[in-house]
Nanobody, 126 residues
């Protein structure tokens, strides 16, 4: 059974850091594109960071460039989102996703992904 399980969300003060993890089971991540999205109530899900399956290119939303880092550990079948210098506007439910047709230039499109995690709440507040 294909499954993505997220962990690492929580409450953090502005300026703090969190690392989200997304562990895959039921398939091997090696050749899959990976992505992190976030959503707040009343708004569409937005792409935060991704790595394409076609050429391994990495993308970041302008709002998180220089603060967030996406990475993967194929040996652990897990990928991560390191979030530093967090701001209140980063507060959202964060979702991980993966797919084998996540093409460069399209990896912020939710429809490019086949499998999704359950979501984890990140709250940045003092």
């Amino acid at each position: 059974q294909v499954q993505l399980v997220e962990s690492g969300g929580g409450l953090v003060q502005p300026g703090g850091s969190l690392r989200l993890s997304c562990a895959a089971s039921g398939f091997t991540l090696d050749y899959y594109g990976i992505g992190w999205f976030r959503q707040v109530p009343g708004k569409e899900r937005e792409g935060v960071s991704c790595i394409s399956s076609s050429d391994g290119s990495t993308y970041y939303a302008d709002s998180v460039k220089g603060r967030f880092t996406i990475s993967r550990d194929n040996a652990k079948n897990t990928f991560y989102l390191q979030m530093n210098s967090l701001k209140p506007e980063d507060t959202a439910v964060y979702y991980c996703a993966t797919g084998d047709r996540v093409y460069s230039g399209y990896c912020f499109r939710p429809r490019a992904y086949d499998f999704w995690g359950q979501g984890t709440q990140v709250t940045v507040a003092s």
